[in-house]
T-cell receptor, first 111, second 118 residues
Framework: GEDVEQSLFLSVREGDSSVINCTYT??????LYWYKQEPGAGLQLLTY???NMDMKQDQRLTVLLNKKDKHLSLRIADTQTGDSAIYFC???????????WGAGTKLIIKP | DAGVIQSPRHEVTEMGQEVTLRCKPI?????LFWYRQTMMRGLELLIY????????DSGMPEDRFSAKMPNASFSTLKIQPSEPRDSAVYFC????????????????FGSGTRLTVV
């Protein structure tokens, strides 16, 4: 079946690392994405990873993919107040032009 | 490119009235998606188009909802008559594909239209 699951909330202290987790069920997924939604705004592509990769790093962002466990994570180093947002995980499959979305994880930053 | 442009940003209407939401996708993108976002149901795909042709409208909640894409640069989502339970944020997104694979930049979303039906 098609299902992407995420925790609804994550609370971290400013300056700490945030790790947002996502599980998916379809092993044929080709790309996996992380989108960020700030209050009152649309979803913005943050980063993506191709299914033949295990890790991708982009400045403060690290994406880890465990295909065996169908687990995707997004690590944000040195979390700042500007990182407060909802983070959506999504998967796509070759030949299928729809993305399957998680419910989103709201990242709350404590001072 | 200015990105995906949606209008209006906010719409408040009375129950029973017709509402039309508009979207201009990124030039050159051949897929266009309409989504609805609510606290209760999260992000729901309503309908998507490929080269202006509706491909899958199974997410359209009722016959009160209709969507058109008369050309590559414009799409509308219409609700007639509107009801309070239609209150939500409606997003339009566009994308492009390389061969049969979703291009690695996924979808580009507009800023959304916040619809309130009173």
């Amino acid at each position: 079946g098609e299902d992407v699951e995420q925790s609804l909330f994550l609370s971290v202290r400013e300056g700490d690392s945030s790790v947002i987790n996502c599980t998916y069920t379809d092993s044929s997924s080709t790309y996996l994405y992380w989108y960020k939604q700030e209050p009152g705004a649309g979803l913005q592509l943050l980063t993506y990873i191709f299914s033949n990769m295990d890790m991708k790093q982009d400045q403060r962002l690290t994406v880890l993919l465990n295909k065996k466990d169908k687990h995707l994570s997004l690590r944000i180093a040195d979390t700042q107040t500007g990182d407060s947002a909802i983070y959506f995980c999504a998967e796509s499959k070759g030949g299928n032009y729809q993305l399957i979305w998680g419910a989103g994880t709201k990242l709350i930053i404590k001072p | 490119d200015a990105g995906v442009i949606q209008s209006p940003r906010h719409e408040v209407t009375e129950m029973g009235q017709e509402v039309t939401l508009r979207c201009k996708p990124i030039s050159g993108h051949d897929y266009l998606f309409w989504y609805r976002q609510t606290m209760m149901r999260g992000l729901e795909l309503l309908i998507y188009f490929n080269n202006n042709v509706p491909i899958d409208d199974s997410g359209m909640p009722e016959d009160r909802f209709s969507a058109k894409m008369p050309n590559a640069s414009f799409s509308t989502l219409k609700i007639q008559p509107s009801e309070p339970r239609d209150s939500a944020v409606y997003f339009c997104a566009s994308s492009s594909y390389v061969g049969t694979e979703l291009a690695n930049y996924g979808y580009t979303f507009g800023s959304g239209t916040r619809l309130t039906v009173v």
